[in-house]
């Protein structure tokens, strides 16, 4: 978790602007799996955010 959040923070510096949404998945889907989030949960949760 903390690399995926290095890597986005040393993009966003590097560009304001870069794409960091592929590492930004990842680490959505290692907070889904450490709290032991079910597809119909992660569903509700996508959906709120978007």
Same mark, same amino acid.
């Given at each position: 978790?903390? %690399?995926?959040? #290095?890597?986005?923070?040393? +993009?966003?510096?590097?560009?304001?602007?870069?794409?960091?949404?592929?590492? =930004? %998945?990842?680490? #959505?889907?290692?907070?889904? +799996?450490?709290?032991?989030?079910?597809?119909?949960?992660?569903?509700?949760? =996508?959906?709120?955010?978007?």
């Amino acid at each position: 978790m903390t %690399r995926l959040v #290095d890597r986005i923070l040393a +993009a966003k510096q590097r560009d304001a602007k870069a794409d960091t949404s592929v590492l =930004e %998945r990842e680490e #959505d889907e290692l907070v889904y +799996a450490l709290y032991g989030l079910t597809p119909k949960e992660i569903k509700l949760v =996508e959906d709120a955010t978007q």
